[in-house]
């Protein structure tokens, strides 16, 4: 049976990581390992100047007093007696479309399993409306045994690449289908930090609270969810930009040395 | 006269921004933006459930309460007048090398840059000796300029890429060039979480101590520095791995819903 690893941003009881906790045990024995508390927007930060702590809860489920990268390294290195086959992160309350992959601490538990060598989903829904989890959950179900399903006939996951799926907002009846997306991108076009005064008379700052508008690209993860599609992108965690190496290179750095010259360069 | 917004995660006080700060005097107009405290490994984090406050020390230099994304919003948003023309964060006390764009607050800062549209480098030291930091300010200084000039000679970074800068633990007379690189891999080998017990009895956990194998592709970061060389690998925020887009298209997800057939795939 695939021993399957859950964690999530918004917190162990959060009711997105208990759906899906219930819903993967159709597919696999489901060990969960998250944040005591919600740590969304915690990114994929480790928690470096103080110890942490597990607090078992119920069966099979395991409370951190860290960040989300840090239960994943928990659970694989302290708390599983073997490494887990497949690893889901959620479900997580709203969307985590575009560059929120690089804030997203959904997102980061799913690349620091990558980053260990298990197979990750990142599972997010947008939520609009006063929803329960059912969709994400049963896609989720169905996505973690697709791709346990092509490990075993020697098709995994590409090297270093995790799959980033954000559900609409959508009884299951109602979803268009699924898409293979790319990341999309936004905009912001107004200020994103709010200025107030406290009741000393200090001035303080609170971020967020900016209008966002999409780039139209109809490929994109959010073109999909706001068609009604279930996106599901794959995400590399080689940031190289490959393409821009050969012009960069080019480029004339005046910085001098009395280093050997370089062999591969003469 | 360019306007160079100067960040980090070490915190203002830290030796590394201060050297940057003085260095860039040399090529623009420096705004100084950055923790009261260390942020390390505070990764791509935001401040959501909080305020900010902001403490003017120094002429032109700014300590927010909160991570280097914060810093670099609070920066462009608050503080300065008109968006900067060049942002550079650093430079890190330690390497940022291969996975480590990823968990690093130094690249944050210049992640976020980079998603408001402003040129952005990330520049860290080695740090195996004693040293000081003139190495790395000095090849800041010039590589800032190096890019303000391509971007006047309409030759500017790519769309959504940073430069991750790594500095060798040498002085400037035994650095023996500058490469441009892909981002390294490395392999953990031993458990990352050394558990121990506290006066009171209780177990806890503490993140790190693990020994690290890197492989060994010669055109990667850590394969630079190793050699002698200055690293600078561009950063593209695009995470899309379009090379798997094909393949796993063809994945077949058993998700039945009722919702219109997707007219793209019909």
Redesign the interface.
Same mark, same amino acid.
């Given at each position: 049976m695939a021993r399957i690893l859950v964690s999530n941003d918004d917190g162990i009881d959060a009711p997105g990581i208990q759906a899906l906790a219930a819903a993967l045990k159709a597919v696999g024995e489901v060990t969960v390992v998250a944040p005591e508390r919600e740590q969304?927007?915690?990114?994929?930060?480790?928690?470096?100047h103080k110890?942490?702590?597990?607090y078992e809860g119920r069966p099979g489920q395991y409370a951190i007093s860290?960040t989300p990268?840090?239960c994943v390294?928990?659970a694989v290195?302290?708390i599983m007696a073997e490494p887990p086959d497949l690893l889901v992160s959620g479900i997580n309350r709203g969307a985590n479309l575009g560059?929120d992959?690089?804030?997203s601490g959904t997102v980061?538990a799913a690349?620091e399993g990558t980053?260990?060598g298990i197979p990750s989903i990142a599972i997010s829904q947008l939520f609009w409306q006063d929803s329960d989890y059912q969709t994400s959950a049963?896609?989720a179900a169905?996505?973690a045994q697709?791709v346990l399903d092509?490990i075993a006939a020697g098709n995994p996951?590409?090297v270093?690449?995790l799959l980033n799926v954000n559900v609409p907002d959508?009884p299951?009846? +109602?979803?268009?289908?699924?898409? &293979?997306?790319?990341?999309g991108?936004r905009r912001?076009t107004k $200020?994103?930090?709010i200025?107030?005064v406290?009741p000393r008379g200090?001035?303080?700052?609170?971020?967020?609270g900016s209008a966002v508008l999409w780039e139209g690209d109809p490929k994109s993860d959010h073109a999909a969810v706001t068609a009604?599609?279930?996106s599901?992108?794959?995400?590399?965690?080689?940031?190289?930009?490959?393409?821009? +190496?050969e012009?960069?290179?080019q &480029?004339?750095?005046?910085?001098?040395?009395?280093?050997?010259? $370089?062999p591969?360069?003469s």
């Open positions: 969304s927007a915690a990114s994929h930060a480790l928690t470096l110890p942490l702590r597990i860290g990268t840090d390294n928990m290195h302290q560059d992959v690089t804030y980061s690349m980053l260990l049963a896609f169905t996505l697709t092509n996951l590409p270093d690449t959508l299951q009846r +109602l979803i268009r289908g699924t898409r &293979w997306t790319t990341q991108k912001f $200020d994103q930090v200025e107030q406290d200090r001035k303080y700052y609170w971020v967020g009604g599609y279930i599901v992108m794959p995400v590399h965690l080689d940031l190289t930009h490959y393409g821009a +190496l012009a960069l290179s &480029w004339q750095i005046p910085f001098s040395s009395d280093g050997e010259p $370089d591969e360069r």
